[in-house]
């Protein structure tokens, strides 16, 4: 029993890879769903958007494309689903070199709005403003002051003056962070000067959208409050989907077909770590360490 089990961590490590395969192809052929707890900084965001009150946008920063499209996809549709939900108008934006990104967050919205809102309208219930460049606190601070020099037009070329929601903005006796209720951030790795240009200095509420691994960087900001939530990863979006929609069946989005293959390939790595260490022991080499 002893050399049996002391082989365990002999075993072909092609085994685990198949195992890997299976466990993560197999939610995609048989519907699986999994019980999901909904984290405090998941429950953050969703919170503050339920807040706003009318008058107010909200502004989703979305500064993603292809290569983080499947944990930043599924953080967008929850909350643009919940913004379309609650009729809160909302602006679109991007900035860096994600060149393709107002393309990847039109076409969440466009999807929305044929299957779900046929009656929302561009220019009126939302506005996508395109990406630009430059320094991002130099940015977040022209946004906050006024909105329209740094997006003059949309991303269709549209000059922000002909589009009905972007009208407020142009009232200059007010700066256009006064209309703004809150910014929701999503990238691979959200920018933390929005904490120190925006929500510093205007006190406005800030939430990200972000990679599971680059979450441990932001938890600090969930403590101080400095951040009033965190959509990490495929969970997050997974949890606020489950928020949004608490029968199973309803839920859709990215985050909630990925939840599952994602839970089942930890869990076979989990469980071939137990047993390579269970072998590890058994053979006597680590009591002879």
Not at 207 to 218: L, P, W
Request: glycine share 8%.
């Amino acid at each position: 029993m002893r050399e049996f089990l002391g082989n365990l961590q002999h075993i072909d490590r092609r085994w685990v890879y198949l195992f890997v395969f299976v466990a993560c192809t197999l939610p995609f052929i048989v519907t699986i769903r999994l019980p999901l707890y909904v984290s405090p900084e998941t429950k953050g965001v969703y919170d503050m958007i339920e807040k706003c009150p009318p008058g107010k946008v909200v502004v989703v920063d979305s500064s993603w494309d292809a290569g983080s499209m499947g944990e930043n996809q599924g953080q967008v549709e929850v909350v643009f689903d919940h913004l379309f939900r609650k009729n809160i108008p909302f602006i679109v934006t991007a900035q860096g070199f994600v060149l393709t990104a107002p393309q990847f967050s039109e076409k969440v919205i466009e999807k929305l709005v044929r299957t779900k809102y046929p009656h929302k309208k561009y220019g009126v219930d939302w506005v996508n403003l395109g990406v630009t460049m430059g320094l991002d606190w130099q940015i977040m601070q022209q946004m906050a002051k006024d909105i329209t020099k740094q997006f003059p037009k949309d991303y269709k070329q549209t000059p922000v003056e002909k589009l009905p929601l972007m009208k407020r903005f142009l009232n200059k006796d007010k700066s256009s962070i006064e209309y703004i209720h809150m910014i929701h951030a999503v990238t691979y790795s959200p920018s933390e000067n929005w904490l120190a240009f925006i929500h510093g200095q205007y006190g406005t509420p800030i939430s990200f959208g972000c990679a599971g691994i680059q979450s441990t960087t932001y938890y600090r900001y969930i403590s101080s409050k400095q951040l009033c939530g965190m959509l990490v990863g495929i969970r997050g979006a997974a949890e606020y989907d489950a928020l949004l929609n608490p029968k199973p069946e309803k839920r859709w989005t990215l985050g909630t077909k990925l939840i599952v293959p994602l839970s089942f390939g930890y869990l076979i790595i989990i469980f071939a770590i137990i047993v390579g260490n269970i072998g590890f022991i058994a053979s006597g080499r680590g009591k002879r360490r």
